[in-house]
């Protein structure tokens, strides 16, 4: 068993006239700009809660297959995701990984399936959440 590990993000809001709902995340180093989901009257051009969620998925899925990928010696060159994630309108509904790998040699369907499967179980927040995650293999 592992131990227990905490993770840090500061949010902060101060209000504004222009975009009442825009607020900074720090991550590390970085700063996102944020706001509200822009049909929920948010700035388009920010990131929302929502859209951070299904990146945090995928980037835990992407690690994770990376990871496993290497421990087989298998080089990986790229590896792209367009996640889309799916809301009722109160709660998450499924999120649809859609990852594209392109690795130096020529590896199997079979492979690429038991890499994204173990990814898949191994990922930290597909593990943690209510919704259902999916990964689409298919073009």
């Given at each position: ?6 993770h840090h993000a500061r949010v902060l ?127």
């Amino acid at each position: 068993m592992s131990e227990t590990t905490e993770h840090h993000a500061r949010v902060l809001w101060q209000g504004g006239k222009r975009d009442p709902r825009a607020h900074e995340i720090e991550l590390a180093d970085q700063t996102i700009a944020g706001s509200s989901a822009a049909d929920r009257g948010g700035d388009p051009t920010k990131a929302d809660p929502e859209e951070l969620f299904v990146a945090s998925v995928s980037a835990c899925h992407m690690l994770w297959f990376l990871d496993f990928a290497r421990r087989e010696r298998l080089r990986v060159l790229a590896y792209q995701d367009d996640p889309v994630g799916t809301m009722d309108g109160e709660r998450f509904l499924d999120v649809i990984l859609r990852p594209r790998v392109k690795f130096t040699t020529d590896v199997s369907q079979e492979i690429l399936r038991r890499l994204h499967d173990r990814a898949h179980a191994a990922c930290f927040i597909a593990n943690s959440v209510m919704c259902e995650v999916r990964v689409d293999m298919t073009d």
